[in-house]
C-alpha cells in the first residue's frame, strides 16, 4: 500500500514562496504519475499540477500556470510544489496524489492520497 505524506504548509502573505513535499511510502515511486490537487472550504477539490513518473511532462491548472512547479526526485520518493507569487485565492488545503495518467486532472483518476495540508495566504 501506498502512504503519502504532505509537509511545508503554512501561513504566508500574498506575494510570498513556499514548498511543498510530498514523500512516499510503500511502493514503486517512480512508476507512478504524481499530482497535487487542492481544495478550499465548501468547495470541490480541484486539480494543481501533475507530472509523469520519469518527470518528461508537466500539467499545470491555468489558475496556477507560470507561479507553480511541480518536480520530483525518485531517489528520494518525493514529489515537489513551489509554490511563487502565492495569491489569497491560493489558500486552501493542498493534497498530494499517486496513479492517474500523463495529463490526468480529475481526482477519481488518482489511487493513493496524502492527508493533506493547510496553505493560508494572507492578503
Known amino acids: 500500500q501506498v502512504q503519502l505524506a504532505e509537509s511545508g504548509g503554512g501561513l504566508v502573505q500574498a506575494g510570498d514562496s513556499l514548498r511543498l513535499s510530498c514523500a512516499t511510502s510503500?511502493?514503486?515511486?517512480?512508476?507512478?504519475?504524481m499530482g497535487w490537487f487542492r481544495q478550499a472550504p465548501g468547495k470541490q477539490r480541484d486539480f494543481v499540477a501533475s507530472i509523469t513518473s520519469t518527470a518528461r511532462s508537466t500539467y499545470y491548472a491555468d489558475s496556477v500556470k507560470g507561479r507553480f512547479t511541480i518536480s520530483r526526485d525518485n531517489t528520494k520518493n518525493t514529489v515537489y510544489l513551489q509554490m511563487n507569487s502565492l495569491k489569497p485565492e491560493d489558500t486552501a488545503v493542498y493534497y498530494c496524489a499517486a496513479g492517474g495518467g500523463p495529463g490526468y486532472t480529475r481526482p477519481y483518476h488518482y489511487n493513493y492520497w496524502g492527508q493533506g495540508i493547510q496553505v493560508t495566504v494572507s492578503s
Open positions: 510503500g511502493g514503486t515511486f517512480s512508476s507512478y504519475n
